[in-house]
C-alpha cells in the first residue's frame, strides 16, 4: 500500500491535543467534553493517537484497555474525509490493532457505530468485525439512539 510506510502514530498530549479536538469536530456529530480530552492525556486506561501523513494530522483514534488487558474499546476512531477511500484507515485500524496485540497482549477490540452510519459499519465489517448486537438507547442526546455494539478477536 502507498501510504503504510508513510503514517505516523503521535500519542495525545497536551501539546496536540486541540489538534484532535478540531478532527474531531470535524468527524462527529457529538460534541466531546474537555473531560474526555483531559483523560487521554493523563490516564492510564483511556489513551489516544493522531495520526500523521507527511506532517498533517489525518485522523485520531481513542481507546480504553480495560483491567484486566483482555479487550480495548475503540471510543474515537476517524479519518478526515478528504482522505478516505484510499486505504488509510484500514491501515491506520491494523496499525492500531498490531501495536495493541503486541505491545499489551490484547486480543479482542470492540466498539459502537450508530445504527444510521451504513458507512462506518460497513468499514469495520470489511476490516473483520462482527456485529454482536443492537443496543436501542445507546446515545443519550443524538438520534438515532440505536448503536451496533461490534467486536474484532485475534483469540484463536
Same mark, same amino acid.
Given at each position: 500500500?502507498?501510504?503504510? &510506510? !508513510?503514517i505516523i502514530f503521535e500519542h495525545t498530549s497536551i501539546k496536540n491535543i486541540l489538534e484532535m479536538i478540531k478532527i474531531d469536530k470535524l468527524i462527529y456529530?457529538? =460534541?466531546?467534553? =474537555?473531560?474526555?480530552?483531559?483523560?487521554?492525556?493523563?490516564?492510564?486506561?483511556k489513551h489516544g493517537y493522531l495520526f500523521l501523513l507527511d506532517q498533517k494530522y489525518i485522523g485520531c483514534c481513542s481507546y480504553e484497555i480495560d483491567k484486566e488487558c483482555s479487550n480495548a474499546y475503540i471510543m474515537t476512531f476517524?479519518?478526515?474525509?478528504?482522505?478516505?477511500? !484510499?486505504g488509510i484507515g484500514k491501515i491506520c485500524l491494523e496499525k492500531l490493532e498490531k !501495536?495493541?496485540? &503486541?505491545?499489551?497482549?490484547?486480543?479482542?477490540?470492540?466498539?459502537?457505530v450508530q445504527t444510521s452510519?451504513?458507512?462506518?459499519?460497513?468499514?469495520?465489517k470489511k476490516n473483520g468485525y462482527e456485529v454482536i448486537k443492537i443496543e436501542e438507547s445507546y446515545y443519550r442526546n443524538i438520534l438515532p439512539k440505536s448503536a451496533y455494539f461490534l467486536e474484532k478477536s485475534f483469540l484463536i
Open positions: 500500500m502507498e501510504y503504510e &510506510n !508513510k456529530p457529538l =460534541k466531546y467534553r =474537555k473531560t474526555f480530552y483531559g483523560q487521554l492525556c493523563n490516564s492510564q486506561v476517524g479519518i478526515v474525509n478528504t482522505f478516505r477511500r !484510499k !501495536k495493541l496485540l &503486541n505491545e499489551f497482549g490484547i486480543p479482542i477490540f470492540r466498539l459502537h452510519n451504513s458507512e462506518a459499519l460497513s468499514f469495520y
